[in-house]
C-alpha cells in the first residue's frame, strides 16, 4: 500500500515515518509538511492512502482534502489531529474520510489502522506468488481466449464490467479488463485480493454497507463499485492467482444460474491458465534438458581448462577430414606437439602458474591458426593440431614451426616469465598414413624424436621412426626376459680427488649385456624400463650387485671406500628405505659405505614425500648425491633444506669449461654454495688436463671421468687402483 504522509511537525513526521518504514506491506511514496506540498505529492502519487494532519502552516488540512477529492483522488484518508471541534470533524467526513487518529495517542495505533485497510494475506503467499510468476502471465499482452470470457461473463451477468485479476505482491493486475479502461490497482484495494482468500464465489452485494470496502477508493471515486461478485483461480496444487469477477456500480444480486455461469467461465479460465502453465513447465524442461545435453557434450568434447576440444573430439574430426580429404587425396596434417619440461614448471613454480602456462599455449596455438584448423588438448601438456587445408608436407611443417615460435614467445603468468618450449611431431595423410589411428600413432613417434633430440624442435615422421618404434618395443620385449637371466652388468667408474692424491669411490653403471645386439647402454633401457615398470626390478639388481661388489672388493683387500649407485625417481616407494638397509645388511656393509644419487627431478616426483625418505636414509648413515646438477629447474632457495651431502656438477658445464667463463662462474657459483651448504661436490665428465685444471682453481672436491678411467669391469678394478695407488705414492682411499 502506497501512502503519502502530511505532517507539519517534523517530530511526528520522523516518528511516523520510522515507525512505517519497517514494514513490507507499506510504502512511503510521499512526505508534505504545508498544503501545497501536500496537494501536489498526493496528486502527483496517487497514492492508496493518506496520513493527513489537518493544522498545515501554511495552508489547511481540510483544505488538501477538498483539493484532492476535487481533482478525483478517492484515496483513504486517515486524520491525524487532537482538535475535537465537531464542525471541522463534520467537514472531513463530508470529504469521506476512513477515520480520526489523536496524535497524543501511541503512533503503534495508527500502524493498525493502516494494517486494517490491507486486505489478509493467503496463508500460502510464498507458493503462490511462486506460482503466479511460473504461469509467465503478469504484464502479457491482451489475449483473446481470456478476453472472450470476460465478454461472456459481462453478457451473462448483464454487469458493467468483467476483469480476470492476478493478485501479486502489490498489486493486481488484469489478464482481461471488459469494461474498465485500467489494467492494473494497488493491492491494498482490490475486491479479488479478499476473493482469493475463499474458496469459492465471494459476492459483495452493497460496498457501501460493508466495513471492508465502505471507504475503499474504487468505491467511493471512480470506478464507483457497488457489487462485486468473484471465483478464485485456485490451481489443483491449492494456490489463489486471481479472480474471474463482474463490477456494477449498482447494489443488486447474481441468480444462482448466474453465479453458477460465472463459476464455470472461472473454470475455463483456470484450465486455460493451466494449460498454459502445462506448456510453459514442458517448454522449460526441454529446454532444461536442452542446456543439460548441451553441458554434457560440452563436457564430453571439450577440455575443461582451455575451452579447447579434448581427444574424442579431435579423433572424430580427424576422421572426419581423412574421408572429405580421401576423394581427392588431399592432405590433411595432423600435429602432436608437447610441452618441454612441463613438469619442472608445475613442480617448482606451482600447479596454478602450470595450468596458466597451458591456458597461454592454448590461446597461442588458435591465434596462430585458421578458422577452419582445429586445435585440441588432449590432456596434461599435450596439444593436437588437424590441417585440413594443406598443399603440402612441407606446408605442414611450415605451420609446425611457426606454432614454435608462438608458443616460445615470453609468458607472463602471474609474477613469472617463462619461456616454454615444446616438441611438435608432424604427419600428414595419405603420405604417413591412411588413417586416423595410423596418423596419431606416426605423429606420436615424430614427436618423441623432437623430445629424445632435446625438444623446442619439430620432427617429421619417416618411416625409419616406425622401424625404430619396432625395435624398442622388441627391445622391451627382450628386457623382460633380460632380467630373469641376467644379463645386467655393471661397469665402475672412479671417483677422485682434483689433486689426485686420494681416491674418492666408484659409481656403479649398469649395462645390458645382449645375446645378440652386445652390450646396450642405459641411457637405451632405464627409460624403457622405466616406463614398462621394469625399473623397480632392475635396481633392486643393481643395488644388491654393487653391494655384493663392494663386499667381494673388501674381501680381496682392494681398497674401495665407497660404491655409488643410480636411483630412478620411480624407485622412491615408501618400502625402499627398508630394502637398501636390507641389502646393507645381507652384505655386511655399513651405511657409510654407500652413496645413491638421485636426478634432480626426482626431488620434486609426485606420490611419495620424497624429502622425507632422503632423509630417513641419510639418517641411517647413507650419503645422498644429487645426480647431473644444474641442468633441472632445482629451487636453490630450497636446498639449504634438503637432505642431500653432494652435488654431482653436470658434464655439459665441463665441456668448455676452459674456453667458456659463463660456465666456469656457474661450477664457481655451485661449489662457493655446496661449501657453504656443508656438501661436497664432485665434477662429471672430466676428459682433460686442462679442464682438470680449471676445475681445480674453482676449487671442486672430485672428479670423475675419462681423464681419470672409463667405466671399468669389477675385474679390471683392482688393477686400476693398484696402478693408480702406486702412481699417487700418498695416495689414500678416503
Ligand atoms: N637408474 C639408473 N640409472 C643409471 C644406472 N646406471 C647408469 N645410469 C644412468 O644412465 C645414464 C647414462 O649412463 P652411462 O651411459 O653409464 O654414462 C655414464 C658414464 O659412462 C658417462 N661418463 C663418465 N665419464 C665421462 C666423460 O668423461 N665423458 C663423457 N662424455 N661421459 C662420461 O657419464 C655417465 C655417468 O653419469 P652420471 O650417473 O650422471 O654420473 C646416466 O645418467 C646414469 O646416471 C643405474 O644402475 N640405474
Known sequence: MNIV???????????????IATQPRIRICGVAGDEEEAVQQILDCRPDAVLLDLALSPGSGVRVLERIREAGCAARVLILSNNTDAALKAACIEQGISGFFDKSADAHLCLEKLFGWLPELPRNEA????????VHLLDSPEQETFDNLTRLAQELTDAPMALISLIDKDRQWFLSHAGLATRQTSRSVAFCAHAILHSELMEVPDALADPRFNDNPLVIGAPHIRYYAGVPLILPSGEALGTLCILDTQVRQLSERQKQALTTLARGALSEIELRRRVITLEEEIERRQQAEAHVHHLATRDPLTGLVNRVTLRDRLEQQIRQASRQQNPVGLLLIDVDRFKEINDTLGHAVGDDALQTIGERLSGSLRGSDTVARLGGDEFAVILPELADTDEAALVANKLLQAVNEPTRSSEHRLRIDASIGVAVFPEHGDGADALLRHAGLAM???????GGRISVFSQRLDDHA???AALANDLRR????????????????????????????????HPHLGIIGPDRFIPMAETRGFIHEIGRQVLNRALAQLAAWDQAQVP??????????????????ESVEAALARHGLTPDRLELEITESALTSDGVDTLALLARLRSLGISIAIDDFGVGYSSLGQLHRLPIDCLKIDKCFVHDIDRSDADAAIVSAVVTMAEALGMHTVVEGVETETQRQKLAELGCDCVQGYLLSRPLTADAIPMWVANFIENHPVA???
Open 448 to 454: 618423441v624424436e623432437a623430445k629424445q633430440r632435446g
Open 482 to 513: 633380460a632380467l630373469d637371466r641376467n644379463e645386467l652388468v655393471l661397469h665402475y667408474q672412479p671417483q677422485a680427488n682434483l689433486t689426485g692424491d686420494r681416491l674418492c669411490g666408484v659409481e656403479a653403471l649398469v649395462r645390458w649385456q
Open 127 to 134: 507458493a503462490r506468488l511462486r506460482a503466479l510468476q511460473s
Open 560 to 577: 674401495v671406500s665407497r660404491i655409488s649407485v643410480n636411483i630412478s625417481a620411480h624407485e622412491l616407494r615408501p618400502c625402499f628405505v
Open 5 to 19: 504522509i502530511v505532517e507539519d511537525s517534523e517530530l511526528i513526521s520522523h516518528q511516523l515515518i520510522r515507525l
Open 470 to 472: 619396432e625395435a624398442t
Open 732 to 734: 689414500a682411499t678416503a
